[in-house]
């Protein structure tokens, strides 16, 4: 079954820091670009950052450059994300999300997400 | 930067009824990089549509869009009980990567 399984939220001050992570199984992870998508509490979906299959092309929201760091391991099927500095805005539901070239890049899999929330 | 902005924001229709979502850009989008997505409360979205007119596997074909350069459609022929969730719009470009739409939400009468 092909599966995306996020971890790593939880409660942390503001300026505090966190490490997401994404655990792929089912498919073949080091050839797939893979994104970080983001949902703030009764909000919509805000796009993060993405990391192409073999980490040569990375990208990030405004909102969050110089702020977060994409990553992944191959040899792990793992995808990862470095949140510093962290904002009370920053507070949301993290997804990661397979992107597909079969479906015009296309975001065909997802987690079901891990919560951080920013707050003293 | 491209903005995605949807409308409307809700839709209030009743079960068997035609849903039509809008999408619209401030620039030109590639149709191949349009995509919509389901969500419903509690869960991950869902690919829908990709390539603005291709159903991803498994989606009914109820489901269908349309559109290109700045306008597209989203369209469910006859909704069905499960239909009812917020639907996001999302385009795959250069600048920024990737960008959702504001959300419809679709509820019932």
């Known amino acids: 079954e092909v599966q995306l399984v996020e971890s790593g939220g939880g409660l942390v001050k503001p300026g505090g820091s966190l490490r997401l992570s994404c655990a792929a199984s089912?498919?073949?992870?080091?050839?797939?670009?893979m994104n970080w998508v983001r949902q703030a509490p009764g909000k919509g979906l805000e796009w993060v950052s993405s990391?192409?299959?073999?980490?040569?092309?990375?990208y990030y929201a405004d909102s969050v450059k110089g702020r977060f760091t994409i990553s992944r391991d191959n040899a792990k099927n793992s995808l990862y994300l470095q949140m510093n500095s962290l904002r009370a805005e920053d507070t949301a539901v993290y997804y990661c999300?397979?992107?597909?070239?079969?479906?015009?890049?296309?975001?065909?899999?997802w987690g079901q997400g891990t919560t951080v929330t920013v707050s003293s | 930067e491209i903005v995605l902005t949807q409308s409307p924001g809700t839709l209030s229709l009743s079960p068997g009824e035609r849903a039509t979502l809008s999408c619209r850009a401030s620039?030109?989008?590639?149709?191949?990089?349009l995509a919509w997505y389901q969500q419903k409360p509690g869960q991950a979205p869902r690919l829908l549509i990709y390539g603005a007119s291709s159903r991803a596997t498994g989606i009914p074909d109820r489901f269908s869009g349309s559109g290109s350069g700045t306008d597209f459609t989203l369209t469910i022929s006859r909704l069905e009980p499960e239909d009812f969730a917020v639907y996001y719009c999302q385009q795959y470009g250069s600048s920024p990567r990737l960008t959702f739409g504001g959300g419809t939400k679709v509820e019932i009468k």
């Open positions: 999300a397979r992107e597909s070239p079969l479906a015009d890049y296309g975001m065909d899999v």
């Open positions: 990391i192409s299959s073999s980490s040569s092309y990375i």
């Open positions: 089912g498919f073949t992870f080091s050839s797939y670009s």
């Open positions: 620039q030109s989008v590639s149709s191949s990089y």
